[in-house]
Every structure is written in structure tokens, then in C-alpha cells.
């Protein structure tokens, strides 16, 4: 992990957009909380086939100026240069400086009719470029997992290789467990002489079942070790929350011990389970440091 450790260390905070009056002044109070650990920034998602498009562009606008920049997720599958052009353009209008760059999801039903005009995030990352030029900080994925529609690990490693040469500055990973697979994934990346930063992603474990759920539509694997003790905890809520955040806690701070550069969380609206970790690692002291420097 070599590599890793050159670069400055940066904390950032992921949402979604509201869909209702309640969700939004949800997610106003957990930016307003978020926002006193001072974050490199935040970012709002984007949904399978560009169905949340307005609410996440009105939600990364209104969040950016708020003080705090905010990063939109954009994906190419089902949608046309057009409207990325459109989006594009209402960002850079809005103050917007960072953008998440993905393929998406197709939405269910679609099958191969769904794509767009682009088919991967590659394509997108050019497109951004040849639009806007260096105007945008681009994040990409990766997937220390390795991506679960990949046809092998090596064609994932290349697939990440040709967004880093499209233009892509940087990189936020799919959220893991196993702390191996991601120094594993670093490893080979600075063997194929790829050297941007790659920020690991971190899911507070707060509802188990829910995190299997999403593990089991996105690929990341949740060790045996884990899914059993979760199990002999049955309904015990408070001890399912404790035990998961010393779990998480554990392996950020293995993490950001060998030089990951920073820590990226998926928050789900929900301020606290990120905030005690945080504290946990006791990262106050760091943000401080740089708010005094």
C-alpha cells in the first residue's frame, strides 16, 4: 500500500436524496450534524437508471450552498449525452466541483435496452471530460471485491485501469469487511502502475439483516465470523449495534494505520452510527489539527 500513503488524508459522508417532506428534514439534520466533523465533502446518490435525477440534483444545489461542497453520483446508463450535458452544466452553474462517475444500474425489467448511449463509466468519465474539461474532480468506483457482473478479476482491474485513463482523479470503494481484499486490491493496482487515491467505503453495521441484504445486490462478502455472532445475538438490537460498531471501528482503524487515504461513509440518512465511529477513532483531533493549521 505504498502507494496510498502519499496522498492527504480526507473524510467524506454519503446520502440519499429525500422522497418526501419528512425525508428531507431528515437528512437536513443529519447534513447539519455531519457537518461539525468538517468533511472533505459530501455526496448524493443517483438512482438506477437516472430516477432520482431532479431530487438529486435539486439536493447536491441546495447542500452546496450550504458551505459544505457536495458531490452528485452520475451514471450513464439510461441516460443520453444530452441530458448528462444538461446536468453537467446545472452543476457547474451551482458551485459544484466533484462528481461521482458511475456505469449505474439497469433498472429491473430493462435488460440490455436500458444503457443509453453509454454503456460504461469509462465512457462517461471521457464524456465529463471532453464537456467540461478539468472544471470537475471525478470519483470513480472500485471494488476491492471485485464487481459482481465482472467476467474475472482481471478484466475488473482493467475495467478501473480505463476510467483512471479517462480522466478519473480519484476513487471510492464499494463498502467491505474483509480488510484483506482491499489491501489485496491496492497491490495490484500499483503493480499495473494505476496511482490515484482509493478511499475505502465504510457501512455502519446499525440493521444486520438489511446489510446482508444489500451485501447479497452488490457483491460484498460479510464473513462467516460476523454473520454468526450476529445470529447468537437474535433480537438483542443493542447488542447487534455495539458489536457492529466495534467491528467497523476495528477495521477503519486498520485501514487508516497502513495509509488508506481517508475514509468514505455510506450513511443512509443517519448521522450517529458514522459520528460514533468517528469518535471512536478518535478523528476530532485530526480535524481540529487542520482547522488550526
Known amino acids: 500500500m505504498k502507494s496510498q500513503k502519499q496522498f492527504k488524508r480526507r473524510f467524506s ?117 471532453e464537456h467540461s474539461g478539468d472544471h470537475f474532480s471525478l ?56 496511482d490515484i487515491p482509493v478511499v475505502p467505503g465504510i457501512m455502519p453495521i446499525v440493521n444486520f439483516q438489511k446489510v446482508v441484504q444489500f451485501s447479497e445486490m452488490c457483491g460484498a462478502d460479510v464473513p462467516r465470523w460476523i454473520r454468526k455472532q450476529m445470529e447468537a445475538y437474535g433480537d438483542d438490537t443493542d447488542s447487534i449495534k455495539k458489536f457492529g460498531e466495534e467491528v467497523v471501528t476495528r477495521m477503519c482503524e486498520q485501514l487508516l494505520d497502513a495509509g488508506a487515504p481517508g475514509l468514505h461513509f455510506y450513511t443512509l440518512n443517519q448521522a450517529d452510527p458514522s459520528m460514533r465511529i468517528w469518535k471512536n477513532l478518535g478523528l476530532d483531533n485530526e480535524v481540529q489539527e487542520k482547522i488550526a493549521f
Open 139 to 194: 470519483e470513480v468506483a472500485a471494488y476491492p471485491e471485485f464487481h459482481p457482473q465482472a467476467q474475472s478479476a482481471e478484466a475488473d482491474l482493467m475495467n478501473f485501469k480505463r476510467k483512471v485513463e479517462a480522466g478519473a482523479n480519484s476513487a471510492i470503494t464499494q463498502y467491505f469487511f474483509n480488510v484483506e481484499s482491499y489491501f489485496h486490491f491496492i497491490d495490484r493496482l500499483e503493480k499495473m502502475g494505476v
Open 13 to 129: 459522508f454519503e446520502f440519499f436524496p429525500p422522497k418526501s417532506d419528512k425525508g428531507a428534514e431528515t437528512l437536513h439534520q443529519t447534513r447539519d450534524k455531519l457537518a461539525t466533523l468538517n468533511p472533505e465533502f459530501f455526496s448524493v446518490t443517483f438512482g438506477a437508471g437516472g430516477s432520482t435525477r431532479e431530487g438529486t440534483k435539486n439536493t447536491v444545489i441546495e447542500l452546496n450552498q450550504k458551505g459544505i461542497s457536495t458531490a452528485p453520483h452520475l451514471s450513464c446508463v439510461g441516460s443520453d449525452k444530452a441530458i448528462i450535458s444538461d446536468l453537467l452544466d446545472a452543476y457547474k452553474e451551482g458551485g459544484v466541483e466533484r462528481i461521482v462517475a458511475l456505469r449505474g444500474d439497469i433498472p429491473s425489467g430493462m435488460g440490455n435496452t436500458g444503457y443509453g448511449e453509454m454503456r460504461y463509466a469509462n465512457e462517461l468519465v471521457e464524456y465529463i471530460r
